[in-house]
């Protein structure tokens, strides 16, 4: 059979349901193999949207998601997408088409050094060279995507090679010599870190992206519900413990809780899990948790020491290692009285400092409680995609996610433009939850093409813009960091009017403004069938606090 | 330390940090990578982004056909070594690394000399080249060109010793390194 219907063989093989992509010259003969091969194909309208919609679906689902994509500006397209994929440790395979063999090298028409330009940000790439090595490519992408640490894997496959005639075997083997993570923590090392704990007197958990990889929210709460922790997560790991919880002090971070930081501050010893100690958690480094130890728990040995040296390392998957070290620390049966103090400190920080802000004197919505009425008005229940800028950080702040998996953002590259393909793949990976987005004015604008697959896919996202008239972000720095110097940041007479938007795709526009109805009006747009795009407008010059300034220790956080 | 899991006395004063630290000496690090297209610029590209230094690198293949090996050395006290091998390790197709000690392993590295000696001082060149066993591999009226192996250190004091005589150019391979007695490299 063609090497391409061998592929869709393998798709399936790996339980693959759905595909998202655009095609092109150099993949046609794969997507020939599409017409007829009973795999879902979701088409996108730019790349970028397709690799998003790919990480939305692993996101929400913990399966691997899948993108394609042409040769040359299809694989350019997708840089963005595979570096956010990389950053966030998210499951995504990408297959990309090539140029001809023999045009290889050659500046052949779009043609693109695929490979070369992606080396910095794969977990591993592959590129196709004899088209009888493709079906075990194809296994090894999905094996190397979802295992260990997870992580994009690229296919490239040459057009020529893609119709060749291969003897297809099913379930070819894969063989890697050298790629075996470590899953299971050493017993000596979770003992050692038990005894820790068990003599910890100002102890915090801080968890992580890889507690949610891992599954292992079970296993983190039933550690620190037992141990009575306090616990923080960081911007990728919320939902891992629930928001609503007495033991959850709140974000960590840059624009994460007091309580959270000087928590970290404070402490004499943290058990990170799952984390990694990125410059938006630590802050300044040098003056960085002052007073602690570190127990560092990850898959990837890397992570450990990169940043903040350990004390207790634990290479391992976060799910084995939680379970067992809560066994340990169980059977040394310390005294929770020890931990009496340090409750104290911690619950008088979350009392002094909540995630307050001043209401508007009228109408006006602030952008704080739109977040909340948004919580309202979904039961907390929703999955929730967002943007990159301050809507991002108080959806982060302000929604209380209850479980895993329920918040998807762009955390480690930041991306603009990440919330609404990432919801496309969410609500298909997920078609009983509400899936919600909510937008920033700016990034919205970079992959609103996806209202048109929204719309031909029905799916019943809704896409609520949190309308400042600023990249909001970057106005904000401008004021506290650059004099108000506002230089570029302002949208406001600009934006296209998004109800009329919202009508040309097809779709129902919505223009909120009043906060006295804002929660009933969010219930009712939660009712409607389809998509529905939610212009909701919120003060222009509000700034997202608190705030770590860039650089700084936690503890001159200001706001 | 115990590993007991009794609750005898542990003060968090005694856990210690110990990876990050630098060495200060030169590292030889020899890696067994899966001979497939584009290894090096993993390998390579991995140096760069990290801003890792390489002092010098030699690539070639080993007793099976599907594996290279690659050989590197670099500034132990400019980098910590953990965190470079622990971020190869994370390529895929590096099946193996190994961090020499000194005295663990043979060195070797070749090196060409082209040396402008004129006739009235080839007598005392050809000492040199004696006394550091290497070889004379050609010879015209205004040049000849030097053969050495050895270790760094050993190319290094050669490169002394024949420069004032006219270094015209110079070229090196980067060591190679096997480790000694039965253990694999
Ligand atoms: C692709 C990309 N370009 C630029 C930036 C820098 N940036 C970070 S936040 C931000 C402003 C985003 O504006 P908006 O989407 O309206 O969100 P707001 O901050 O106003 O809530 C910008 C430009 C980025 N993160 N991503
Ligand atoms: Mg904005």
């Given at each position: 059979m063609?090497a ?13 349901e759905?595909?998202?992509g ?5 993949n ?21 949207g397709?690799?998003h ?13 899948v ?40 500046d052949?028409?779009?043609e693109?050094d695929?490979?070369g ?44 090679l893609s ?18 993570p ?9 003992r ?5 704990l068990?003599?910890?007197k ?9 507690v949610?990889n ?11 519900r ?42 004499d ?30 898959i ?5 020491s ?21 066994g ?10 020890r ?26 919505i ?42 998807i ?5 930041g ?9 496309i793949g ?8 509400p ?14 093409q ?27 720095w401008?004021?506290l960091f650059w ?6 940041v302002?949208?406001?007479d600009?934006?296209p ?12 526009g919505?223009q ?10 969010m ?10 795009l ?23 956080m200001?706001? | ?10 003060s ?30 993993r ?5 760069a ?27 132990g006290?400019l ?21 020499l ?13 082209k040396i ?19 070889k004379?591999?050609d ?10 192996t ?16 006219g270094?015209?150019?110079m070229?090196?391979?980067?060591e190679?390194a096997?480790?000694?007695g039965?253990a694999?490299?």
């Amino acid at each position: 059979m063609r090497a391409v219907d061998a592929l869709m063989e393998c798709l399936k093989a790996e339980g693959v349901e759905v595909v998202f992509g655009l095609p092109g010259g150099a993949n046609l003969p794969t997507y020939d193999a599409f017409y007829d091969a009973g795999i879902r194909h979701v088409l996108v309208r730019h790349e970028a949207g397709g690799g998003h919609a790919a990480e939305g679906y692993a996101k929400a689902t913990g399966r691997v998601g899948v993108c394609f994509g042409t040769s040359g500006p299809g694989a350019t397209n997708l840089v963005t997408p595979i570096c956010d994929a990389m950053m966030d440790s998210v499951p995504v395979v990408f297959f990309t088409g090539q140029v001809r063999t023999d045009l290889l090298g050659t500046d052949g028409f779009q043609e693109a050094d695929t490979m070369g330009m992606t080396l910095p940000m794969v977990k591993h790439s592959i590129m196709i060279q004899d088209p009888q090595d493709l079906p075990r490519a194809v296994h090894e992408a999905f094996h190397i995507a979802s295992t260990g640490r997870p992580g994009p894997v690229l296919v490239d496959i040459p057009v020529d090679l893609s119709k060749a005639d291969i003897e297809y075997i099913p379930g070819g083997e894969i063989n890697l010599p050298g790629y075996q993570p470590t899953t299971e923590g050493n017993q000596r090392q979770i003992r050692l870190a038990a005894k820790a704990l068990a003599h910890a007197k100002r102890p915090i958990i801080y968890a992580g992206g890889g507690v949610i990889n891992a599954e292992a929210s079970a296993e983190l709460i039933a550690l620190t519900r037992y141990g009575n922790f306090p616990i923080t997560a960081t911007l990728m790991g919320l939902g891992a413990y629930p928001a609503d919880d007495p033991q959850w002090v709140g974000m960590l971070g840059m624009h994460g809780t007091r309580a959270a930081n000087y928590g970290m501050d404070e402490a004499d010893l943290i058990v990170a899990a799952g984390a990694r100690f990125d410059d938006r958690i630590t802050g300044k480094l040098d003056e960085f948790a002052p007073n602690a130890k570190f127990i560092h728990i990850d898959i990837d040995p890397a992570e450990i020491s990169k940043n903040v040296p350990a004390h207790i390392p634990i290479v391992g998957d976060a799910k084995n290692v939680l379970s067992r070290l809560l066994g340990e620390y169980r059977a040394l049966d310390p005294d929770a009285s020890r931990l009496d103090d340090w409750w104290e400190k911690v619950n008088g920080w979350k009392d002094k400092y909540p995630l307050a802000y001043e209401d508007s004197e009228d109408s006006e919505i602030k952008p704080q409680f739109m977040i909340q009425a948004l919580h309202e008005a979904t039961g907390g229940n929703a999955i929730v995609t967002s943007d990159v800028g301050q809507h991002q950080m108080w959806t982060a702040q302000h929604y209380g996610f209850p479980e895993p998996r329920r918040w998807i953002n762009s955390g480690g590259l930041g991306t603009m433009g990440f919330g609404l393909p990432a919801a496309i793949g969410a609500q298909i990976g997920c078609p009983d939850t509400p899936v919600i987005v909510v937008a920033g004015d700016g990034s919205i604008q970079m992959n609103s093409q996806e209202f048109a697959t929204c719309v031909q896919e029905k799916l019943p996202i809704k896409v609520f813009i949190m309308n400042n008239g600023y990249l909001g972000m970057v106005r904000q720095w401008q004021e506290l960091f650059w004099d108000h110097r506002y230089s570029q940041v302002d949208l406001q007479d600009h934006s296209p009017d998004w109800v009329k938007l919202a009508e040309a795709y097809g779709m129902q526009g919505v223009q909120l403004t009043k906060k006295e109805s804002l929660i009933g009006d969010m219930k009712r747009i939660m009712d409607m069938d389809g998509p529905v795009l939610v212009d909701v407008r919120v003060t222009r010059e509000e700034n997202t606090y608190p705030m770590i300034p860039s650089g700084e220790p936690a503890r001159n956080m200001v706001g | 330390m115990s590993d007991s899991p009794t609750t005898d006395p542990l003060s968090l004063e005694d856990l210690h940090a110990s990876v990050g630290t630098r060495t200060g000496r030169t590292h030889v690090l020899t890696i067994l990578v899966e001979n497939k297209p584009g290894v090096l610029s993993r390998v390579a590209g991995l140096f760069a982004r990290r801003g890792f230094n390489i002092d010098t690198l030699a690539v070639g293949p080993t007793d099976d056909p599907d594996l290279s090996r690659i050989t590197l050395t670099l500034d132990g006290a400019l980098h910590p070594i953990d965190q470079v091998t622990k971020q190869l390790h994370k390529l895929i197709n590096v099946i193996k690394i190994r961090d020499l000690e000194p005295g663990e392993a043979v060195q070797r590295e070749l090196a060409m000399f082209k040396i402008s000696a004129e006739a009235t001082q080839r007598a005392e060149v050809m000492q040199i080249v004696q006394i550091f066993r290497g070889k004379i591999v050609d010879l015209s009226h205004l040049t000849m060109i030097v053969e050495i192996t050895g270790t760094n250190d050993k190319i290094a004091a050669f490169d002394e010793m024949i420069r004032p005589f006219g270094l015209v150019e110079m070229a090196r391979t980067g060591e190679i390194a096997i480790s000694r007695g039965r253990a694999e490299t």
